[in-house]
């Protein structure tokens, strides 16, 4: 797997001004009690984009390799 270029840890309290109003794919509000005792992706991209078809496959594969 190749390494990703730019990792960013944030922390929690930083959320809510990151990402203030981002909503969630679910459509509610995304806040910090909502990551709490997780760790949480965020990643922004587009569906036309090659380098970004190329992280979505990467992030897949990390997903499947920590979930297990």
């Given at each position: ?19 203030a109003?981002l909503?969630?794919l679910?459509g509610k509000?995304i ?18 984009c090659?380098?970004c ?14 979930s297990?």
């Amino acid at each position: 797997m190749r390494r990703l270029k730019k990792i960013r840890i944030i922390r929690k309290s930083q959320v809510q001004t990151i990402l203030a109003g981002l909503p969630h794919l679910s459509g509610k509000p995304i806040l910090p009690s909502n990551f709490r005792d997780k760790v949480e992706v965020i990643t922004f991209f587009t569906s036309w984009c090659p380098h970004c078809q190329v992280k979505l496959k990467l992030l897949k594969k990390l997903y499947a390799f920590l979930s297990s």
